[in-house]
């Protein structure tokens, strides 16, 4: 391990936004406040501020996007930071890349820092992969003796050597994507940041990013990443903030944060009815009346746990005699497929009918799910389909042992598995 | 964060991130460390101007020459605007091309943070480098402009003997770089009072336009009396302008005096610049 030598400390930062239209009236707030300020007041608009709650309507024209933050990071740590939209990450993140600057408070640095909220910043179209490769390593901030050191190494990992010399926007833009990352890949700061924004993309890109990363970590670089992806932040950081509201929440080792974040943030999707049939999803041969989910549980506030067994039932109306059967799909908000499941093809007359699917306990696994829906007639007509109606948190139970890591696997079944 | 290490307060830090409330924390030392990136963004100008051209850098020739002879048919031929005795292609050819330089400069680098918004919100670096490599570029394409101007200036002093040039000539340095530097000032001035009010941008384009009017473009200063002279020596650029042709022509006013105005306005612009530039560029992206 590492000395713990601290390498970023963040000192009360606050950053205050201003809420809806910038123009009309900021001339006004510019002079009071500038009044205030000459006069040795405090500003007038730093106190009325309002915490960050999105779902309630602001009290004033501000708004503290992050609070009296506090926290420091070793060298070597990987902390990944965890909230919801609008919990602050963004900002936060805006502030350690020097993008923008604290309303108060203070971020000490130490050592090389780079930040990668987004690959092929500068990229222009007209100008050859080489002539891009140098001009965002620069925007980057290496110097032009690094990038022809690492040159090399960055067509290789892109693989376009045939393609160096002609203009990017003839590129594939799978082809684009991975020259962008090959060049931010091969930075090499003492701390990188890194938005998960980065991730998007295919599964395979998504890995080789990921993979990258570790691969930074490993030698003993400081990450900072910045995802809603708990997986990847499991998998990639030691520790984690979690923040809420602009303010942090929880930190420390990161299951214990992740356990934490997940139990007060999501919000389980798990009943929607449609009253009115107009609105209703659907179309003209079929709408939807329910969707809901119906886990057999003790106390109705228990949560869902992996032992738990759980109905699923559609309600729907059909206009049309015919033979319908439903396809019903289990996904991971990644967009991972965990099973497909159909019923079998009848015949349905015209009227209300409703549809039901039971996944036993003990076979999914701890993790959040999503549902899709697909109406088919005659087995080949696929007459209506929905994503994500519901969505729904399978957790952990309390285990026994001593082990307490994520278990791995998209599903978790109890098989017969002895020791003779 | 308690369970982590604290650290010591005497330890040295390499960046501080703060409110930058401060108007004077420059950091020469990281504009150093980026100056390969400005001459990244110098040649990504130029290369990407002329990119699937035939002509390519010619096109920078066409424009003054084109205006020139724009300018000697309306002006000289149908206004009957003297030039004094420089010949009259010769004096649009200085002026345009001197005139260009500044208003492109000052145009594009008056829009650095509006254009630049999608960089400059993913990436750090010091904003400066964008306007400084502009004016760079402006330069490059300017040089090739000049020695347009200087062959016909060969010309018309070594074959036709109609102008003397003087040992002026050697300060030409001296006013390129105070025209070069009053664009920049006013470009970043512009720039960083428009992130909050876009008004400004509104006047300036046309303003631009306009002000090439009192500048001793189309006119030299010598033909301009009375009052309205004063008007022309007020606008900083005109003694500027008159000592480069003095220089070059043997013609035009040199006056100290004048001369000494000019450099004092663009010594204070460039302070004026250089301090709210550096402050904006700190949150401009939260009002962008």
New interface residues.
């Given amino acids: 391990m590492m000395s713990t030598e601290v390498v970023v400390k963040a000192e009360n930062i606050s950053k205050l936004y201003r809420l809806g239209q910038v123009g009309t009236g900021t001339i006004s707030h510019d002079l009071k406040r500038w009044w205030a300020l000459t006069r040795g007041k405090e500003d007038p608009y730093l106190k009325i501020g309002s915490t960050n709650d999105r779902t309630k309507k602001a009290q004033s024209d501000y708004a503290w996007a992050l609070k009296d933050i506090n926290f420091e990071i070793n060298k070597g740590d990987t902390i990944g930071i965890i909230g919801k939209n609008g919990a602050g990450k963004s900002t936060l993140l805006k502030l350690l890349s020097r993008v923008t600057s604290p309303t108060s408070g203070e971020i000490k640095i130490k050592g090389r820092i780079a930040a990668l909220l987004e690959v092929g910043t500068g990229f222009h179209p007209e100008l050859t992969g080489r002539e891009n490769i140098y001009l965002n390593g620069a925007i980057l901030g290496m110097t032009k003796k690094e990038i022809g050191r690492k040159f090399d190494e960055i067509v290789d990992f892109a693989g376009v050597e045939m393609y160096i010399d002609t203009p990017v926007k003839r590129y594939s833009s799978g082809m684009y994507v991975r020259l962008a990352f090959g060049v931010a890949a091969h930075l090499e700061p003492e701390i990188l940041i890194v938005d998960e924004v980065l991730a998007v993309g295919d599964a395979e890109f998504q890995k080789k990013c990921l993979g990258k990363m570790s691969d930074v970590a490993s030698h003993g670089r400081t990450i900072i990443f910045v995802s809603h992806n708990m997986q990847a932040v499991q998998s990639l950081c030691k520790k984690a903030i979690y923040l809420k509201a602009g303010e942090i929440a929880d930190v420390g080792a990161t299951d214990k944060v992740i356990n934490n974040y997940l139990s007060r943030e999501v919000k389980n999707c798990i009943s929607v009815q449609w009253d009115d049939e107009a609105t209703a999803p659907g179309n003209e041969f079929i709408r939807l009346v329910s969707a809901r989910i119906e886990p057999k549980l003790e106390n109705e506030t228990d949560p869902i746990t992996i032992a738990t067994e759980i109905d699923i039932t559609f309600e729907f109306f059909l206009h049309h005699e015919c033979n319908l059967n439903l396809s019903f799909f289990l996904n991971t908000p990644a967009g991972l497929c965990i099973f497909n499941v159909t019923t079998a093809s009848v015949l349905l007359k015209k009227g209300y009918h409703a549809a039901t699917l039971t996944i036993p306990g003990r076979f999914l696994n701890d993790d959040i799910y999503t549902t899709r829906i697909l109406f088919v007639k005659d087995t080949s007509v696929i007459l209506f389909h929905m994503d994500d109606i519901l969505t729904f948190e399978v957790v952990d139970e309390a285990r026994t042992g001593n082990w307490y890591g994520k278990w791995e696997g998209v599903v978790r079944p109890t098989l017969p598995f002895k020791i003779s | ?1 308690t ?5 010591n307060d005497t ?10 409330n401060s108007y004077l924390d420059f950091h020469i030392n990281e504009l150093w ?2 100056r ?2 400005l ?3 110098v ?2 100008d130029i ?2 101007v002329y ?2 051209t035939i002509l390519g850098p010619l096109w920078f020739i066409a424009q003054p020459l084109l205006t020139s002879i724009m300018f000697l048919l309306i002006f000289n031929s149908i206004a009957k605007i003297s030039t004094g005795a420089v010949p009259p292609v010769l004096f649009y050819l200085l002026g345009t091309t001197l005139w260009s330089y500044f208003s492109e400069t000052l145009n594009v680098t008056s829009k650095t943070f509006t254009d630049n918004a ?8 010091p904003r400066i480098i964008l306007p400084l490599s502009k004016v760079v570029s402006g330069l490059v394409k300017f040089l090739i402009q000049f020695s347009l101007f200087f062959i016909f200036w060969l010309y018309y002093v070594f074959v036709d003997k109609k102008i003397s040039p003087n040992w002026y000539i050697l300060l030409t340095p001296v006013w390129l770089l105070m025209i070069v530097l009053l664009s920049f000032c006013f470009g970043i001035i512009i720039t960083s009072l428009t992130t ?2 876009r008004d400004l941008i509104f006047l300036i384009s046309f303003g631009v336009q306009l002000a090439m009017y009192i500048t001793p473009v189309i006119i030299p200063l010598s033909e301009v009396h009375g009052k309205k002279k004063l008007f022309f020596l007020l606008n900083p650029l005109t003694s500027l302008f008159e000592a480069f042709k003095f220089g070059f022509f043997g013609q035009g006013i040199l006056d100290a005096k004048w001369l000494l105005y000019s450099a004092t306005f663009t010594i204070i612009s460039l302070a004026i610049g250089v301090i709210i530039f550096n402050k904006v560029e ?2 401009f ?3 962008v």
């Fill in positions: 964060m369970e982590f290490a604290k650290s330890d040295t830090w390499d960046i501080k991130i703060t409110s930058g460390h980026y390969d990136l001459m990244m963004f040649k990504k290369i990407t990119k699937q999608s960089v400059f919100g993913k990436v750090y670096f909050k009010y700190k949150r992206i939260d009002t």
